[in-house]
Protein backbone atom coordinates (compact mmCIF):
# COMPACT_ATOMS: atom_id res chain seq x y z
CA UNK A 1 0.00 0.00 0.00
CA UNK A 2 2.75 2.61 0.58
CA UNK A 3 4.03 1.72 -2.77
CA UNK A 4 1.06 3.00 -4.48
CA UNK A 5 0.95 5.92 -1.92
CA UNK A 6 4.59 6.94 -3.78
CA UNK A 7 3.47 6.26 -6.90
CA UNK A 8 0.75 8.61 -6.37
CA UNK A 9 2.56 11.20 -4.69
CA UNK A 10 5.56 10.94 -7.83
CA UNK A 11 2.33 11.40 -10.00
CA UNK A 12 0.87 14.51 -9.13
CA UNK A 13 4.47 16.00 -8.41
CA UNK A 14 5.37 15.01 -12.20
CA UNK A 15 1.53 16.63 -12.36
CA UNK A 16 2.60 19.80 -10.46
CA UNK A 17 5.62 20.06 -12.80
CA UNK A 18 3.57 20.27 -15.90
CA UNK A 19 5.13 16.55 -16.88
CA UNK A 20 1.46 14.80 -17.29
CA UNK A 21 -1.80 16.29 -18.07
CA UNK A 22 -4.59 15.99 -15.53
CA UNK A 23 -6.13 13.58 -17.85
CA UNK A 24 -3.10 11.31 -17.69
CA UNK A 25 -3.08 12.14 -14.02
CA UNK A 26 -6.07 10.71 -13.57
CA UNK A 27 -6.01 7.79 -16.08
CA UNK A 28 -2.62 6.40 -13.69
CA UNK A 29 -4.36 7.34 -10.48
CA UNK A 30 -7.38 4.72 -11.85
CA UNK A 31 -4.90 2.20 -12.88
CA UNK A 32 -3.05 2.24 -9.40
CA UNK A 33 -6.58 1.82 -7.23
CA UNK A 34 -7.09 -1.00 -9.79
CA UNK A 35 -4.06 -2.42 -8.84
CA UNK A 36 -5.41 -2.52 -4.93
CA UNK A 37 -7.09 -5.66 -4.00
CA UNK A 38 -10.79 -5.50 -2.80
CA UNK A 39 -10.84 -6.62 0.98
CA UNK A 40 -13.17 -9.90 0.03
CA UNK A 41 -10.08 -10.85 -2.65
CA UNK A 42 -7.10 -11.28 0.70
CA UNK A 43 -9.33 -11.87 3.53
CA UNK A 44 -8.92 -14.92 4.93
CA UNK A 45 -11.95 -17.79 4.49
CA UNK A 46 -13.79 -17.52 7.81
CA UNK A 47 -13.37 -20.45 9.88
CA UNK A 48 -15.29 -23.78 9.54
CA UNK A 49 -16.13 -25.65 13.16
CA UNK A 50 -13.37 -28.25 12.40
CA UNK A 51 -11.15 -25.63 12.19
CA UNK A 52 -12.01 -24.33 15.73
CA UNK A 53 -10.45 -26.30 18.72
CA UNK A 54 -12.16 -27.58 21.29
CA UNK A 55 -12.55 -25.65 24.25
CA UNK A 56 -14.96 -26.47 27.36
CA UNK A 57 -17.99 -24.54 27.92
CA UNK A 58 -18.08 -21.40 29.82
CA UNK A 59 -20.40 -22.32 31.94
CA UNK A 60 -18.44 -25.40 32.88
CA UNK A 61 -15.32 -23.03 33.62
CA UNK A 62 -17.40 -20.79 36.07
CA UNK A 63 -18.70 -23.73 37.50
CA UNK A 64 -15.25 -24.56 38.35
CA UNK A 65 -14.30 -21.20 39.35
CA UNK A 66 -16.44 -21.28 41.99
CA UNK A 67 -15.75 -24.48 43.64
CA UNK A 68 -12.45 -23.81 43.32
CA UNK A 69 -12.91 -20.25 45.07
CA UNK A 70 -14.97 -22.47 48.32
CA UNK A 71 -12.07 -24.53 48.52
CA UNK A 72 -9.54 -21.76 48.75
CA UNK A 73 -11.62 -19.42 51.02
CA UNK A 74 -12.64 -22.46 53.08
CA UNK A 75 -8.97 -23.77 53.24
CA UNK A 76 -7.27 -20.98 54.35
CA UNK A 77 -9.62 -19.95 56.85
CA UNK A 78 -9.60 -23.32 58.83
CA UNK A 79 -5.68 -23.68 58.13
CA UNK A 80 -5.07 -19.84 59.22
CA UNK A 81 -8.02 -18.51 60.95
CA UNK A 82 -7.34 -15.26 59.37
CA UNK A 83 -10.28 -13.96 57.40
CA UNK A 84 -8.03 -11.63 55.73
CA UNK A 85 -5.52 -13.88 54.33
CA UNK A 86 -8.53 -16.11 52.62
CA UNK A 87 -10.15 -13.00 51.56
CA UNK A 88 -6.88 -12.46 49.37
CA UNK A 89 -6.65 -15.66 48.50
CA UNK A 90 -9.84 -16.14 47.12
CA UNK A 91 -9.52 -12.58 45.23
CA UNK A 92 -6.40 -13.84 43.56
CA UNK A 93 -7.90 -16.98 42.24
CA UNK A 94 -10.90 -14.95 41.12
CA UNK A 95 -8.29 -12.86 39.26
CA UNK A 96 -6.44 -16.07 37.75
CA UNK A 97 -9.90 -17.44 36.75
CA UNK A 98 -11.17 -14.22 35.16
CA UNK A 99 -7.84 -13.71 32.91
CA UNK A 100 -8.42 -17.52 32.26
CA UNK A 101 -11.94 -17.08 30.88
CA UNK A 102 -11.38 -14.04 29.05
CA UNK A 103 -8.80 -16.37 27.62
CA UNK A 104 -10.94 -18.63 26.49
CA UNK A 105 -13.66 -16.28 25.32
CA UNK A 106 -11.20 -14.46 22.55
CA UNK A 107 -10.14 -18.13 21.28
Known sequence: MTAILDD????DAAHARGEITAA???AAKARL???VPEVRDVAPAPATPADKRARPGIG????LCALILTICV????VLTGDIMLSATVSITVLAAF??????????
Open 60 to 63: AALL
Open 33 to 35: MDA
Open 8 to 11: IRRL
Open 24 to 26: DLK
Open 74 to 77: GGTL
Open 98 to 107: TVMLFRQLDG
